[in-house]
């Protein structure tokens, strides 16, 4: 399997109570989106499908792991949205879904010693299968496990956290992402996976999607316009004929999700007027990056004119050192 990073704490956690016998039934697997809450609940289940709790780990040789990377170990379920015939996934898990674990929760396992049941994620049930879930989780049958991922732990019924333990995922160290990257594309380019770190929030998962997108040079291009404030426009004309393609889709819309956050970083390093004018900045930034593909706005004179206002940012660095 996918080796894991970060998260060992919380691994050895579950692992432990379960090698003591004192493994409880539900399991709520919470964290920030992206930082590998499913691919460690995955490893997890499969540990203990295995019975290898006290080892910690098993080989991708063990018939257990053979089973399971088929999709056809008889003791596992994982649940998801269900793709819809055109190709996108359905809103919600529905209730039928969580009923069709009937036969598998009514049955005794057929070669683990338990059974597992994962959901991805939990946040995404109807009401009716939440519901229908909560029955399950207060009469468990025995020797059932339940791993529920979730990314906001709030929005699930408080009769199902009350039936489960909370293990709390934190976002990996930049340490940790530097390795999850590396292990996730190895031929990724040095420059532009240092700059995926320092854009990633701990989130490995949400910015590999950003791979191969040239983030590192759009960053790059910002940062010299927040700089020098780009006198004679040419950065901005630049980036913004290198993202006014239709090819270029992806990077743009790439660059809207990047750039406010990219003012809010600066930010952090001014005061009085210089913050605010900083922050009226990033306020207009976020607004038109928000509304630029709804409103289908010109790829060009978007970019052109969020880079204004990181130009803006060198003009007040520069009266602050007057004042």
């Not at 020098?228 to 990077?251: C, F, M, Q, V, W």
Request: proline letters at 5%.
């Amino acid at each position: 399997m996918t080796a894991i990073v970060g998260h060992d704490a919380a691994k050895s956690e579950i692992l432990s109570a379960a090698s003591t016998g004192r493994l409880h039934h539900g399991w709520v697997i919470s964290g920030p989106t992206g930082i590998g809450k499913a691919s460690l609940a995955r490893q997890i289940a499969l540990i203990l499908l295995a019975g290898e709790e006290a080892a910690g780990n098993i080989d991708d040789t063990h018939s257990a792991a053979k089973l399971f990377a088929a999709g056809t170990h008889p003791d596992y379920a994982e649940l998801r949205r269900l793709e819809k015939d055109n190709g996108d996934l359905a809103r919600n898990i529905a209730v039928d879904q969580i009923r069709k674990l009937g036969r598998l929760l009514s049955s005794s396992p057929s070669i683990s010693k338990r059974r597992i049941i994962l959901i991805d994620a939990a946040d995404d049930m109807e009401r009716s299968a939440a519901n229908a879930l909560l029955k399950s989780l207060e009469e468990p049958p025995h020797d059932t496990i339940f791993l529920l991922i979730s990314h906001a732990p709030s929005r699930l019924l408080p009769t199902i956290r009350s039936r489960c333990r909370m293990l709390r995922l934190s976002a990996l160290s930049d340490m940790d992402m530097e390795v999850a990257l590396r292990i996730a594309a190895p031929d990724m380019d040095t420059g532009e996976r240092a700059a995926l770190v320092r854009i990633g929030a701990g989130s490995p998962g949400r910015v590999l999607a950003l791979s191969g997108l040239g983030v590192a040079e759009m960053l790059e291009a910002l940062e010299r316009i927040a700089h020098t404030g780009d006198p004679t426009n040419a950065e901005r004309i630049a980036l913004a004929k290198s993202l006014a393609l239709k090819a270029a889709r992806p990077r743009f819309e790439a660059f809207l999700e990047q750039a406010p956050g990219f003012i809010a970083t600066q930010a952090k390093g001014k005061s009085g007027p210089a913050l605010a004018d900083a922050i009226a900045a990033w306020e207009s930034t976020r607004e038109l990056a928000a509304g630029a593909l709804p409103l289908s706005l010109d790829p060009a004179a978007t970019v052109f004119e969020i880079c204004s206002h990181v130009a803006r940012l060198a003009v007040e660095e520069e009266e602050g050192l007057l004042l």
